[in-house]
């Protein structure tokens, strides 16, 4: 696709959109937002909030980055849990993941920017060749545990509580294509 017929699509999907919602659509959120769950999610163009939810408009508070991590975008995170109080907190990671493929390869030659990103990842991962998958795991499970210990406060107040998933759209384990695998709550493997 070249740049104009980019722009011709997306004006002509917002065309359709309104014409689907219409204005009564919008009324009830016009003067705040009430999310039900902060979302870490990765950049990924394949990962989409419709996984979870047919119909996320106002229930996800989404924070997206490479490698669906909280140091990333930390500010973002503490305004979804702490200023906006949703109850849920998920860290959704997914099979393929470039930003974990790219650490394990080596990403010295990468641009200063993204490897200010990729260097968050060193906690929970190394460079030992191993399963992609398994270390994507991994990651998750590093970022759940940051998660626990910045927000142990609202976790024994049983004001909040920490799902940690995995989106399987290439059905690796094989619960069907775009499977939404609940690895842990709270920590605890589900
Ligand atoms: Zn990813």
Known sequence: MNFK?????IIRNNELF???TGADFFTEYQEKQSPVMTLVTCSDSRVQS?????????????????????????????YGVRH??????????????G??????AGYANELGSIKAELDHLIP?????????????????????????????DLINDNKLLIVGA??????????????????SLNGVKA
């Open 124 to 152: 929970s991962l190394n460079t030992e060749a191993k399963n992609i998958t398994s270390s994507i795991l991994e990651n998750l499970d590093y970022q759940v545990k940051v998660a626990l210990e910045k927000y142990d």
């Open 50 to 78: 419709e996984a979870i939810f047919d119909n996320a408009f106002n229930l996800i508070f989404t924070i997206r980055n490479i490698g669906n991590q909280i140091y990333s975008n930390e500010g973002s995170v503490d």
């Open 84 to 97: 906006l109080k949703t109850p849920i907190l998920m860290i959704l990671a997914h099979t393929d993941c």
């Open 166 to 183: 995995l989106y399987d759209f290439k059905n690796e384990f094989k619960g069907g294509y775009g499977n939404v695998i609940i690895q």
């Open 18 to 20: 309104m014409e689907r």
């Open 5 to 9: 017929n980019i722009i011709e699509l």
């Open 99 to 104: 930003a974990v493929k790219a650490f394990q």
